[in-house]
T-cell receptor
Framework: GDSVTQMEGPVTLSEEAFLTINCTYT??????LFWYVQYPGEGLQLLLK?????DKGSNKGFEATYRKETTSFHLEKGSVQVSDSAVYFC???????????FGAGTRLFVKA | EADIYQTPRYLVIGTGKKITLECSQT?????MYWYQQDPGMELHLIHY???????EKGDLSSESTVSRIRTEHFPLTLESARPSHTSQYLC?????????????FGEGSWLTVV
């Protein structure tokens, strides 16, 4: 069945460091891929998405490229801030699919 | 900004009490969902709905029940709360049929059963 695998956390970085959170997926058909962010005590918010191969989603300095050949959608940011501390979820949704499949989440701590 | 609202945000209740968590969305979405999540951990789908009068159990077994009498409203009820029900409950909705359709979340309801 469809699934999403994320790198385990927590990830701890210093402010202004480069961030990569790995995400790979298994899916039939042609899924859309998403990154969601969850700040402490809140629900999930859409961070970015990509709907077809080679698309790049970007928002708030974060980027992720839909790589069909490696079935990956890694999240990157060139310079993290303390305010980026949160849990990040990779997700997919397939054509005609009813459910969104979420990864287990990766917690990011950014220290000043 | 997503227009999906959950109440209460925080609730502490005694064992054996009946509780209802409310969820409303103003986006006209046909699909709605309830997830259970321990803080910062995996999301577990416990209920979903395709539309009015349609409800299904999710991937994680739950003693809660749901109803969908109106498109915009998807309440979750626990008839007799227990400490094992302590968790965060997230309501979500989405519209359309395509893979690109985004799922939108409410801010969550934190339930503590003592």
């Amino acid at each position: 069945g469809d699934s999403v695998t994320q790198m385990e956390g927590p990830v701890t970085l210093s402010e202004e460091a480069f961030l990569t959170i790995n995400c790979t997926y298994t899916a039939t058909g042609y899924p859309s891929l998403f990154w969601y962010v969850q700040y402490p005590g809140e629900g999930l918010q859409l961070l970015l998405k990509a709907t077809k191969a080679d698309d790049k989603g970007s928002n708030k300095g974060f980027e992720a490229t839909y790589r069909k050949e490696t079935t990956s959608f890694h999240l990157e940011k060139g310079s993290v801030q303390v305010s980026d501390s949160a849990v990040y979820f990779c997700a997919l949704r397939t054509t005609g699919g009813f459910k969104t499949i979420f990864g287990a989440g990766t917690r990011l701590f950014v220290k000043a | 900004e997503a227009d999906i609202y959950q109440t209460p945000r925080y609730l502490v209740i005694g064992t054996g009490k009946k509780i209802t968590l409310e969820c409303s969305q103003t986006m006209g979405h046909d699909k709605m969902y309830w997830y259970q999540q321990d803080p910062g951990m995996e999301l577990h789908l416990i209920h979903y709905s395709y539309g009015v009068n349609s409800t299904e159990k999710g991937d994680l077994s739950s003693e809660s029940t749901v109803s969908r009498i109106r498109t915009e409203h998807f309440p979750l009820t626990l008839e007799s709360a227990r400490p094992s029900h302590t968790s965060q409950y997230l309501c979500a909705s989405s519209g359309g049929q395509g893979a690109a359709n985004t799922i939108y979340f409410g801010e969550g309801s934190w339930l503590t059963v003592v």
